[in-house]
């Protein structure tokens, strides 16, 4: 039923996949899919915050998160599932949809880690790629 399975994760907070990244390794071995472990640099919001910055601090950034997907599927998944590691720039929810399309994933696996009432009890993320993403969004709390 499910070939690619994308799995958003906060490297900075353990509450992104600690509930989800099992269920993506459940899903993963039922069907035989491929796991597309993801996480986001951050962009600057405003490019004149960028300015403040050298040149090549999205690529270094890029590269030293790569390093650290790679250290966190080491320890956090197992090895018998099929796993491909993401990194992606720019603003969080944007970079899961684009990539769930380019991927042509069939299932995003999220947590729901905000647990705050202006969140309606769903982090701003995971509300927004459920919204507008074309692909079947399991939000796990």
């Known amino acids: 039923m499910y070939k690619h399975i994308l799995l958003p994760v906060d490297l900075e907070d353990q509450a992104s996949w600690e509930a989800s990244a099992p269920v993506a390794v459940d899903y993963a071995k039922a069907f035989g899919a491929t796991v597309h472990v993801m996480t986001v640099v951050p962009d600057f919001g405003m490019s004149v915050v960028g300015s403040f910055f050298p040149d090549d601090f999205a690529e270094k950034a890029i590269a030293e998160t790569d ?37 042509g994933a069939d299932l995003i696996v999220m947590s729901a880690h905000r647990h705050e009432l202006s969140d309606y009890l769903l982090g701003p993320n995971a509300a927004r790629v459920a919204r507008h993403a074309s692909q079947s969004v399991l939000i796990v709390r």
Do not use: C, W
Request: hydrophobic letters at 40%; charged letters at 30%; zero cysteines.
């Open 67 to 103: 390093k650290r997907l790679h250290g966190f599927v080491s320890e956090n998944l197992p090895d018998d599932i099929s796993i491909q590691h993401v990194v992606k720039h720019g603003r969080v929810y944007e970079e899961i949809i684009m990539t769930a399309k380019e991927l």
